[in-house]
């Protein structure tokens, strides 16, 4: 195999991980606004355990893709994961304010 082959081989496998990865993270993406929907609702239901099992779940979201994406900082500051991780963080907040809780700082929600 000559050095183009070579060259050409490792782009399109660069690019086909980074294909896969993407279409993971926008999954990721939808069912983390998922949960922070459902919570807001739950708690406005006042069904507090229901609420923090979605935030639970949110949070193990937002940690998954911290994690996941370290090697893809393009995606992981991408408009569609950031916009995720804002409404999780939204959801806590609203959650917080609404059980008369201290507000929760960035570092307790593992957001920036």
């Known amino acids: 195999m000559d050095n183009l082959s070579i060259l050409a081989e490792k782009v399109h496998q660069a690019f086909e ?16 606004t998922r949960h922070a929907a459902h919570a807001i609702r739950a708690i406005h239901r006042s069904e507090r355990e229901l609420a923090d099992q979605q935030l639970h779940e949110g949070r ?13 900082p393009e995606l992981y500051y991408a408009g569609y994961t950031q916009d995720a991780i804002k409404e999780y963080a ?7 304010l609404i059980q008369d809780q201290e507000l929760p700082m960035p570092e307790d929600l593992g957001v920036e």
């Open 90 to 96: 939204e959801a806590a907040i609203t959650c917080a």
């Open 17 to 32: 991980t980074r294909t896969r990865t993407r279409d993971g993270v926008l999954g990721q993406a939808r069912l983390l």
């Open 60 to 72: 193990t979201i937002v940690d998954a893709l911290k994690t996941g994406l370290a090697n893809f």
